[in-house]
T-cell receptor, first 116, second 114 residues
Framework: GAVVSQHPSWVICKSGTSVKIECRSL??????MFWYRQFPKQSLMLMAT?????????EQGVEKDKFLINHASLTLSTLTVTSAHPEDSSFYIC????????????FGPGTRLTVL | DQQVKQNSPSLSVQEGRISILNCDYT??????FLWYKKYPAEGPTFLIS?????DKNEDGRFTVFLNKSAKHLSLHIVPSQPGDSAVYFC???FGSGNTGKLIFGQGTTLQVKP
């Protein structure tokens, strides 16, 4: 199957700093990428939908100025957590839609963010 | 508002037996349902899906059943194997199959004992 990578796999940062997480589709072009967040023992919650070349669509309750999403190419989307705080500590997962298939969405391995 | 619910946080079965994982949903607009398997610190892996026009879909040891009137779906794994031990999420979407926005349940941790 298609591969989606995320970098870094884990990151620890100080409160107030910004962290960028990359999501790449390695062997297909992703017209749409999705960003999810998972708190311990909870469900994956969709944060935003990112379409290549256009602004991301954020879910209700997700601060667009805090979680900056850029989808500049068909193989790369980035999520930047700005001015991170301890409550932003979570597991962030991206998924990518394979534009050549109508029913395939592939998930990345996730990024564990810990804000001290 | 939890639109997709997995009311059993955990399930333990003996190797070789059947595992049945349940999922309920509230939004009647959902027309496509998926099951994912997830290991700790990894992303979900797609297992099996079902369209709302069907009531059953089978793939090897995995079968998904959909009861639209009850807004309920279930995943059957038979026979269960120790390697099936993981967290299982059901997800629902509408309008565009697996390419659309997915709404996930809370997950059920399955433990298959040798």
């Amino acid at each position: 199957g298609a591969v989606v990578s995320q970098h870094p796999s884990w990151v620890i940062c100080k409160s107030g700093t910004s962290v960028k997480i990359e999501c790449r589709s390695l062997d297909f072009q992703a017209t749409t990428m999705f960003w999810y967040r998972q708190f311990p023992k909870q469900s994956l919650m969709l944060m935003a939908t990112s379409n290549e070349g256009s602004k991301a669509t954020y879910e209700q309750g997700v601060e667009k100025d805090k979680f900056l999403i850029n989808h500049a190419s068909l193989t790369l989307s980035t999520l930047t957590v700005t001015s991170a705080h301890p409550e932003d500590s979570s597991f962030y997962i991206c998924s990518a839609r394979d534009g050549s298939h109508t029913d395939t969405q592939y998930f990345g391995p996730g990024t564990r963010l810990t804000v001290l | 508002d939890q639109q997709v619910k997995q009311n059993s946080p955990s399930l333990s079965v003996q190797e070789g037996r059947i595992s049945i994982l349940n999922c309920d949903y509230t939004n009647s607009m959902f027309d496509y349902f998926l099951w994912y398997k997830k290991y700790p610190a990894e992303g979900p892996t797609f297992l099996i899906s079902i369209s709302s026009i069907k009531d059953k879909n089978e793939d090897g040891r995995f079968t998904v059943f959909l009861n639209k009137s009850a807004k309920h779906l279930s995943l059957h794994i038979v026979p269960s194997q120790p390697g099936d031990s993981a967290v299982y999420f059901c997800a629902a979407t509408f309008g565009s199959g697996n390419t659309g926005k997915l709404i996930f349940g809370q997950g059920t941790t399955l433990q298959v004992k040798p």
